[in-house]
């Protein structure tokens, strides 16, 4: 409200207010004078305080009512915006960071229970992979057997730590983002439930998973050398880390029949996330996760670069997760400690390990073996490592890999 408004009117309602706390004292001093103690000397000062008490009153009423004129715009702005994310994160400014804040950072995006305010809940797109659009209102804001599902990642995983894995109550429904609604939702063929697996370890899987599928078309490529070189089909057995994915066929003109393929695509990558080997990397996972449980969609899958819009799905919240985020979330997870084997709760109680089953096996050989076999509890795993960069960096398909500072 205008200051020369508002000043004109307290002053109104002040000289208008001001009569009615003087009558009121005057009342009760003509009671006064009325009574016993007509001679009260006080009854003169009580309607100079009422004069003071109209203007006061005055006063209070104006700015009650000019209070909402000036403030509802930013009210209504305000009224219920919360922030839980910590500050947003580009891919150039994660490259800075040091290994422990870079993973600090992730942390608290782990936590962090999303808001509206932030980009939570997707009305305008589904839970899919591949960014899919569905028609605002189809679908509830929350829903428990499509998603989105949850307000955090440790919503799930919990158990029996942060990144852990989740009970039942955790288990989560995967059904590829069907824009209708009125299907039953547990018929295995819309939705099929998923237990919350643990992330202790994912890094090293991811490795795994690397060097496997490195292996794998490393055979491809010398069969194919062969097959050229003596002008006859070669048939190979593709097996790495002990793990054999059938044979492959590779003719002399560079033609390869990959009937004999088991557990594996076509194009030898090994995926090892999701339970049917769905997602490649930690972040292809937490991207896709990060959609369809939370409705918080990060810039690289669904930004303007490759859908043409900065909300795509229609929340009101543009950019809702910087790359440098992504990044910070799948150091976190790559760097949470590794599962080991679990001590005996009592001293006389054996190990159960492959050490033991060796010792067992093993003829006793003096004290040196009695020495050798004797058991003693696994180091503890250094809660930070060199983050490798081909975990951290951006999905090769979208950018090159930026190296991580330690």
Same mark, same amino acid.
């Given at each position: 409200?205008?200051?020369?408004?508002?000043?004109?009117?307290?002053?109104?309602?002040?000289?208008?207010?001001?009569?009615?706390?003087?009558?009121?004292?005057?009342?009760?001093?003509?009671?006064?004078?009325?009574?016993?103690?007509?001679?009260?000397?006080?009854?003169?000062?009580?309607?100079?305080?009422?004069?003071?008490?109209?203007?006061?009153?005055?006063?209070?009423?104006?700015?009650?009512?000019?209070?909402?004129?000036?403030?509802?715009?930013?009210?209504?702005?305000?009224?219920?915006?919360?922030?839980?994310?910590?500050?947003?994160?580009?891919?150039?400014?994660?490259?800075?960071?040091?290994?422990?804040?870079?993973?600090?950072?992730?942390?608290?995006?782990?936590?962090?229970?999303?808001?509206?305010?932030?980009?939570?809940?997707?009305?305008?797109?589904?839970?899919?992979?591949?960014?899919?659009?569905?028609?605002?209102?189809?679908?509830?804001?929350?829903?428990?057997?499509?998603?989105?599902?949850?307000?955090?990642?440790?919503?799930?995983?919990?158990?029996?730590?942060?990144?852990?894995?989740?009970?039942?109550?955790?288990?989560?429904?995967?059904?590829?983002?069907?824009?209708?609604?009125?299907?039953?939702?547990?018929?295995?063929?819309?939705?099929?439930?998923?237990?919350?697996?643990?992330?202790?370890?994912?890094?090293?899987?991811?490795?795994?998973?690397?060097?496997?599928?490195?292996?794998?078309?490393?055979?491809?490529?010398?069969?194919?050398?062969?097959?050229?070189?003596?002008?006859?089909?070669?048939?190979?057995?593709?097996?790495?880390?002990?793990?054999?994915?059938?044979?492959?066929?590779?003719?002399?003109?560079?033609?390869?029949?990959?009937?004999?393929?088991?557990?594996?695509? /076509?194009? #030898? %990558?090994?995926? =090892?996330? +999701?339970?049917?080997?769905?997602?490649? !990397?930690?972040?292809?996972? &937490?991207?896709? @996760?990060?959609?369809?449980?939370?409705?918080?969609?990060?810039?690289?899958?669904?930004?303007?670069?490759?859908?043409?819009?900065?909300?795509?799905?229609?929340?009101?919240?543009?950019?809702?997760?910087?790359?440098?985020?992504?990044?910070?979330?799948?150091?976190? /997870?790559? #760097? %949470?400690?590794? =599962?080991? +084997?679990?001590?005996?709760?009592?001293? !006389?109680?054996?190990?159960? &390990?492959?050490? @033991?089953?060796?010792?067992?096996?093993?003829?006793?050989?003096?004290?040196?073996?009695?020495?050798?076999?004797?058991?003693?509890?696994?180091?503890?795993?250094?809660?930070?490592?060199?983050?490798?960069?081909?975990?951290?960096?951006?999905?090769?398909?979208?950018?090159?890999?930026?190296?991580?500072?330690?």
């Amino acid at each position: 409200m205008n200051p020369l408004l508002l000043h004109a009117l307290t002053v109104r309602l002040a000289s208008s207010a001001a009569p009615y706390g003087e009558y009121f004292y005057s009342l009760k001093g003509w009671k006064a004078r009325r009574s016993p103690v007509q001679r009260n000397p006080f009854c003169r000062e009580e309607i100079r305080i009422g004069r003071h008490w109209g203007y006061l009153v005055a006063v209070i009423l104006a700015v009650c009512l000019a209070r909402p004129c000036a403030g509802n715009a930013m009210a209504e702005d305000l009224f219920g915006l919360e922030q839980a994310m910590p500050e947003r994160l580009t891919q150039e400014e994660a490259a800075q960071l040091r290994t422990d804040a870079l993973v600090a950072h992730g942390r608290a995006l782990f936590v962090a229970k999303f808001t509206a305010a932030e980009g939570a809940g997707r009305p305008g797109a589904t839970g899919a992979i591949v960014p899919t659009k569905a028609t605002p209102g189809s679908l509830p804001l929350f829903f428990r057997t499509a998603g989105p599902d949850s307000n955090a990642c440790r919503g799930c995983h919990n158990d029996p730590v942060t990144g852990g894995a989740g009970e039942f109550v955790a288990n989560a429904f995967v059904s590829e983002g069907f824009r209708d609604a009125n299907f039953d939702t547990l018929d295995p063929q819309l939705s099929n439930e998923r237990g919350t697996p643990a992330l202790n370890g994912s890094g090293l899987v991811e490795l795994l998973a690397r060097e496997m599928t490195r292996d794998l078309r490393g055979q491809r490529q010398s069969a194919a050398a062969a097959a050229r070189s003596t002008g006859e089909a070669v048939r190979v057995s593709l097996t790495t880390k002990g793990v054999s994915f059938g044979h492959l066929r590779v003719q002399p003109d560079g033609f390869m029949d990959v009937s004999e393929l088991e557990g594996i695509d /076509q194009d #030898l %990558l090994v995926r =090892p996330f +999701s339970q049917k080997g769905v997602f490649t !990397s930690l972040r292809q996972f &937490s991207v896709n @996760a990060l959609n369809a449980h939370h409705g918080i969609q990060a810039v690289e899958r669904f930004g303007a670069p490759t859908t043409d819009t900065a909300d795509f799905d229609r929340d009101g919240v543009a950019d809702e997760l910087d790359a440098g985020d992504v990044t910070a979330l799948v150091a976190f /997870q790559a #760097l %949470l400690s590794t =599962p080991v +084997s679990a001590p005996p709760k009592t001293p !006389s109680t054996p190990p159960r &390990s492959s050490e @033991a089953e060796r010792c067992s096996t093993t003829p006793a050989a003096g004290p040196a073996t009695s020495q050798r076999c004797r058991w003693s509890p696994p180091p503890s795993p250094s809660p930070l490592r060199t983050i490798p960069q081909a975990i951290c960096a951006w999905p090769t398909w979208r950018s090159p890999c930026v190296s991580i500072s330690t």
